[in-house]
């Protein structure tokens, strides 16, 4: 296995676009005006409209139940431009053959899925025939371009969608890395154990060969309230659901996120503990957290409240459910316990909001997680989610 440098993504979902008849316009007019305030020049804010225009015009045309969403990322450098489209419709019995030059859809632009992924630095496209398809494209300034492909793809996504009349949702998720030795929980001096590290934000790099040796990894026993042990770098992932929907809903997630970001902790129990506090007079949430340690293959998880959270194994098709304690973060604060457990070699880390039903299953959805995060979470929620209901869904997979 080579070195691996993936960076954790700051993103901010801005706009959901529906499919009605005004879609191909004001999608690509919010493109392109979000592309110039993130410095963009002319030529690329054109070349962001015009794929913008052709998949949202390709949701018009042949979608059920379209829609595009505008997003930003951010490096620590550089900032840039992300869409995700979802549909329920026909779906492509042959991706390959649409994303030649000279496939286009009927009454598109007539520059076809090929060209899209070219004018893209990152794209990414998941069909099922007779069931849908989700596209996602990203675009850079083109100097920020050449630093994002050296860093490499994130290994950790997600995205949000509030409920159907509100602007702003009520579900959250945020991740960071962190390097060096873990305390246990309730550790003296466990705050500079898990400090975050600047130059390598997951460590990756450490685990060049992780992995290859001729025996299978031992397997890693379930353990309540696990005593620190040096798991080496990681990556700490959480996703919180703020009770209800609306702004307040939305400003207990932010408050989540803030808390979780700013915490030098790595232990998931005590990042609860400190989001708890961080919730206490807002409406409170549903909160998880899980520390993956690529290292040891395993991983640490700790919840409270309604987040579905599951590991997903890719060779078999099979999910295991992470359980939460019942209880309200800001509000009800069980007594907590971390769970350990084995990484699959291939699959998963998924993380959901009730605004997704527990009904999908891995073997429904042939290959998603051989896809992108990114993909893979929209997939999940043109699958799973419901309009009732904020919506959030986040995705991690990684060389374990």
Not at 85 to 113: A, F
Not at 122 to 129: N, R
Request: one cysteine or more.
């Amino acid at each position: 296995m080579g070195s691996l440098t993936p960076p954790v993504l700051d993103s901010e979902d801005i706009a959901w676009f529906r499919d009605d008849e005004s879609l191909p316009a004001s999608a690509r007019g919010a493109a392109s005006a979000l592309a110039r305030r993130l410095g963009f020049d002319e030529q690329r804010c054109a070349e962001v409209a015009l794929a913008v225009s052709e998949a949202a015009t390709n949701l018009r045309k042949h979608a059920v139940d379209g829609a595009l969403l505008l997003r930003v990322v951010r490096t620590e450098q550089d900032a840039g431009l992300e869409f995700v489209t979802t549909d329920e419709g026909p779906g492509m019995p042959d991706v390959e053959r649409c994303l030649k030059d000279g496939t286009s859809s009927i009454g598109t632009l007539g520059i076809g899925l090929g060209a899209i992924a070219r004018l893209a630095d990152t794209f990414d496209v998941y069909s099922l025939p007779g069931r849908g398809t989700v596209l996602s494209a990203r675009f850079w300034t083109r100097a920020a371009a050449g630093r994002s492909a050296a860093l490499g793809e994130p290994v950790v996504a997600g995205l949000t969608r509030p409920i159907t009349g509100e602007v702003v949702c009520g579900d959250a998720w945020a991740a960071r890395g962190v390097d060096g030795r873990m305390p246990p929980s309730g550790a003296a001096g466990r705050k500079t154990g898990g400090r975050e590290s600047s130059a390598d934000p997951l460590g990756w790099a450490a685990l060049t060969g992780f992995g290859d040796g001729p025996g299978r990894h031992r397997p890693v026993p379930e353990l309540l309230e696990p005593v620190g042990e040096e798991g080496g770098p990681a990556l700490l992932l959480m996703f919180c659901d703020g009770l209800g929907h609306g702004p307040l809903a939305h400003r207990a997630s932010q408050a989540a996120v803030t808390a979780f970001r700013d915490s030098p902790v790595a232990h998931p129990a005590d990042l609860i503990t400190e989001i708890h506090k961080a919730l206490r007079g807002s409406r409170g949430a549903a909160v998880a957290v899980v520390r993956i340690e690529p290292r040891t293959r395993s991983l640490l998880f700790c919840g409270v409240g309604n987040v579905s959270t599951f590991l997903v194994d890719s060779d078999t098709d099979r999910r295991r459910s992470l359980l939460s304690a019942p209880g309200i973060v800001g509000h009800q604060l069980p007594r907590l316990r971390a769970v350990r457990q084995e990484l699959p070699r291939h699959g998963g880390v998924i993380m959901h909001s009730d605004g997704l039903t527990e009904r999908w299953q891995p073997a429904a959805l042939p290959g998603f997680l051989e896809h992108s995060p990114l993909v893979a979470a929209a997939q999940l929620l043109r699958e799973a989610g419901v309009r009732r209901d904020d919506a959030g869904v986040a995705v991690v997979k990684g060389p374990w």
